[in-house]
Nanobody, 119 residues
Framework: VQLQASGGGLVQPGGSLTLSCAASGSASHIADMGWYRQAPGKQRELVAEIASGISTHYGGSVKGRCTIATINRDDAKYTVNLQMDSLRPEDTAVYYC????WGTGASYWGKGTQVTVSS
């Protein structure tokens, strides 16, 4: 499966940003789609995910400020958007798209996209 991420950039504190991740290649095998992030010197952490196409989970540090949603899903492609609001400097990180397969649980990562929150 190939994961194409887009939407990172520089945003001022309190601003909003939308990240998009499009999975293709074996999209019908995907159970979970989500976003993780990694700040310098820190471990990678969950931002948000859609599990089994139904339930959503959010990391504690972004809960209430992010919304993940399925934009498109068919056998060929699975696209999710992550809307982030009320951004803070501590949200600055490289954001990674992730897909997990049904059954095997195999996990795939997209190239990271930088999000910088700064005035």
């Amino acid at each position: 499966v190939q994961l194409q991420a887009s939407g990172g950039g520089l945003v001022q504190p309190g601003g909003s940003l939308t990240l998009s991740c499009a999975a293709s290649g074996s999209a019908s095998h995907i159970a979970d789609m989500g976003w993780y992030r990694q700040a310098p010197g820190k471990q990678r952490e969950l931002v948000a995910e859609i599990a089994s196409g139904i339930s959503t989970h959010y990391g504690g540090s972004v809960k209430g400020r992010c919304t993940i949603a399925t934009i498109n899903r068919d056998d060929a492609k699975y696209t999710v958007n992550l809307q982030m609001d009320s951004l803070r400097p501590e949200d600055t990180a490289v954001y990674y798209c992730n897909a997990k397969f049904w059954g095997t649980g195999a996990s795939y990562w997209g190239k990271g996209t930088q999000v910088t929150v700064s005035s």
